[in-house]
């Protein structure tokens, strides 16, 4: 629905990770003025890394975690670089940089780099300065004229700066803050036990015997890396099913196991499975994925999260009481998200503008309810509530705003890359049987929009 164009707004968004990035793009496009509060020195959100975890809780309990990213060091990516750039900005090779297909975590940092670069953000961004408290201005007064205090500090700096905007879009991320698992004995072991969001390299585990926990894409790699370094690896999976690719990998590695989950801890350094066997371990890793939070905002309960579910969201966006001066960017998961980040941050900012319009308040309810109840009839749990994992949403979610709907080559290249990794774990990254496709792909407006000079030929 198109409707009155309104004033510019004064919007702050929260966060300079991708989504962050095209959010501030998308808005300063429709004639908003942006600031863009990120508490690292620089842009790339989860893909700047950070070597530097000494002092942070290991399991991640701490009140403020320092770390925001949680990248270790051999990180590659997990879809090919074809599927991940924006729509109008492809990722692309580079001179003298990563050039393979599935680069490491710096490749990516470089393109979001280039990203800021080339359509000029840059001077939005206040560096090293981390939201404190968001708080609506005169509570109770819901609609178009909501605003919102928002205040900041800069690092090594005591003085909190509070400003007002015409609203505000969180755009923070969620691989931060790790989700644990309930284990029995938990806290009374007394070795050493830590989340994946602190692991980085693989020689502090030298000769040791290490648990992993989640038989996730970030514990598998984990595994794979430890096997060259660890006395032995014992993964434990929820699942029974295993790929062909986890059992090659197992076959070919005698001191990597494969357990069910944990049954209990022991003081004596025991790790009890629920099949009954056991192994006395020097370290515990937990690859148990990681929760939304935002311990910053307050929204007088129009917003909480419930076991991962954030909520109510209408369309995984907007809170119905709040919107659209309180949006967030980036919530749902498992689908290819720079797009869809982007068809996002185009509807924010339009509807901000007035070039479209929200359902009334009691529609996005409904829809929100209906939602819930079509995820719990298909006994999908609480927390995978944003477990997105199909392209007929983020289709659907593109018309809001007429945004592309994604290519059939960028869908059949992520359907590709995933089949690959079930079968080939190990080499998946290195070995793949897709030319037609990587050509279809390249041959696209997608890849040949931007000025050829810039990239050296594919």
Known sequence: M???RNPPRNVCVIGAGPSGLVAARELRKEGHTVVVVEQNHDVGGQWLYDPKVEGEDPLGKGKALNVHSSIYESLRLTSPREIMGFTDFPFLIKKGRDSRRFPGHKELLLYLKDFCEWFGLRDMIRFNTRVEHVGMLDYGEFGKELRWVVESKAKDSDKVVSEVFDAVVVATGHYSHPRLPSIKGMDAWRRKQMHSHLYRVPEPFRNQVVVVVGNSLSGQDISMELVNVAKEIHLCSKSLHVSEGLSKVLSKHDNLHLHPIIECLHEDGRVVFVDGSWVIADTIIYCTGYSYA??????KGAVAVDDDRVGP???????????PSLSFIGIPRKIIGFPFFESQAKWIAQL??????LPSKDEMIKCVQDFYQAREAARIPKHNTHDIAEFEYCDKYADFVGFPHLEEWRKELCISALVNSDVNLE?????YDDEELLQEAHESPHFTQLEAEAFCPL
């Open 313 to 323: 969201l209408y369309e995984h966006t907007f809170p119905p009481n709040l919107a």
């Open 294 to 299: 935002f311990p910053f905002l307050d929204t």
């Open 2 to 4: 198109v409707s009155a």
């Open 427 to 431: 080499t998946y990254r290195d070995s």
């Open 352 to 357: 901000l503008s007035g070039k479209r319009n």
